[in-house]
């Protein structure tokens, strides 16, 4: 089995690179476990306590249960993934069911963070882009999506996004194995990304 972390800020086109790994590889080959899954369960918070989370900092996640649920998926084992909504700021009643597969790609903003999941990883992939083109991207999806204002996805990203970027986001790079700049729309970079993996799952499977 073959472990690959792929961090970078958010809507830097993390999940473009994943879908293109997705794509590459055999059908049914790849499982994605999304760190956004794995926010932290605040049933016993107020709403307003709850709105008030900063989900760009590394306590808003439960790295206990990723890391435990990343060693049962290598041991064989399936897992049940939770699954978080945005809409209410906290996890749902319903999980996923996820099968290990020969590649099990985890993939978020702090993928890179933890070291203890970092020490799981064969491959370490961060996806670079400009600051701008992200800040757009966020824009467009939050409001679709996340029933957001673009004031308040302006001003979320001055006081959250920006700073916790830096402080945390950013310095992960460091760790990468290889780093993917222009994010998404870097197709020669994703294609030797993809050639590279196809290069190590065929390499642990003789």
Not at 40 to 50: A, K, V
Not at 62 to 76: F, H, P, R
Request: charged share 25%; with cysteine.
């Amino acid at each position: 089995m073959t472990i690959i972390g792929i961090a970078g800020g958010t809507g830097s086109g993390k999940t473009t690179v994943v879908r293109k790994i997705v794509e590459a590889l055999p059908p049914d080959y790849v499982a994605v476990v999304p760190l956004d899954s794995y926010y932290n369960d605040t049933t016993h918070l107020t709403d307003d306590q709850r709105r008030a989370i900063n989900f760009d900092h590394p306590d808003a996640f439960d790295w206990k249960l990723l890391i435990k649920q990343i060693g049962e998926l290598k041991e064989g084992k399936a897992i049940e993934q939770p699954t978080y909504s945005y809409l209410i700021s906290n996890r749902l009643a319903e999980t996923v069911h996820v099968e290990p597969k020969p590649v099990i790609i985890v993939e978020g903003i702090m993928t890179l963070v933890n070291r203890k999941l970092r020490d799981m990883m064969d491959l370490k992939i961060y996806v670079d882009c400009d600051s701008d083109i992200r800040l757009i991207r966020n824009i467009q999806r939050d409001t679709i999506e996340r029933g957001r204002t673009v004031s308040m996805v302006m001003e979320r990203y001055i006081q959250v996004l920006k700073p916790m970027h830096e402080q945390f986001i950013e310095p992960s790079k460091r760790h990468a194995n290889i780093i993917i700049p222009e994010g998404g729309s870097n197709i020669p970079g994703i294609d030797i990304v993809c050639k590279y993996i196809e290069h190590l799952c065929t390499g642990k499977d003789e």
